[in-house]
Nanobody, 131 residues
Framework: QVQLVESGGGSVQAGGSLRLSCAASGYTYSIYNIGCWGWFRQAPGKEREGVATIYTAGGSTYYVDSVKGRFTISQDNAKKTLYLQVNRLKPEDTAMYYC?????????????????????WGQGTQVTVSS
C-alpha cells in the first residue's frame, strides 16, 4: 500500500504561484513499483480532470492543454515526493488538486494519464484563485 498526502494549496490572486507537494509513504516495494504519478483537479460541479503526468521510466511529462507553459510536474525520488509548480494562476484553475500514483502494470506508457491508471490517491489540497 502507498499513502499520499498533498500540501501546498491556498488562496492566491490571479497571476500568483504555488508549489503543491505530494508525500508518499508505505511499503518500500510498493513505492518503487510506482510507474506513473499524476495530478488531477476537480472543481465544484465538474468532473475530475487530469492535469499532469510523469512516468518513472525516463521522466516523460504530459500536461492538459490549459496548463501547458504554466504548470510543471516533477518528482524527488529520494524524498518520495511529487511536486506541481503552478504559475500564472487563473481563476479557472480553482479546484481541489489530487495527486495519484499507479503501479507499473496499471500505467499507460505515454500520454496524460487517466484516472484508471492509478491505484493510489491523496485526499486533495484546495487551490483558490481570485481575480
Amino acid at each position: 500500500q502507498v499513502q499520499l498526502v498533498e500540501s501546498g494549496g491556498g488562496s492566491v490572486q490571479a497571476g500568483g504561484s504555488l508549489r503543491l507537494s505530494c508525500a508518499a509513504s508505505g511499503y518500500t516495494y510498493s513505492i518503487y513499483n510506482i510507474g506513473c504519478w499524476g495530478w488531477f483537479r476537480q472543481a465544484p460541479g465538474k468532473e475530475r480532470e487530469g492535469v499532469a503526468t510523469i512516468y518513472t521510466a525516463g521522466g516523460s511529462t504530459y500536461y492538459v492543454d490549459s496548463v501547458k507553459g504554466r504548470f510543471t510536474i516533477s518528482q524527488d525520488n529520494a524524498k518520495k515526493t511529487l511536486y506541481l509548480q503552478v504559475n500564472r494562476l487563473k481563476p479557472e484553475d480553482t479546484a481541489m488538486y489530487y495527486c495519484a500514483a499507479g503501479a507499473w502494470a496499471r500505467c499507460s506508457r505515454t500520454g496524460l494519464g487517466r484516472p484508471g491508471d492509478y491505484n493510489y490517491w491523496g485526499q486533495g489540497t484546495q487551490v483558490t484563485v481570485s481575480s
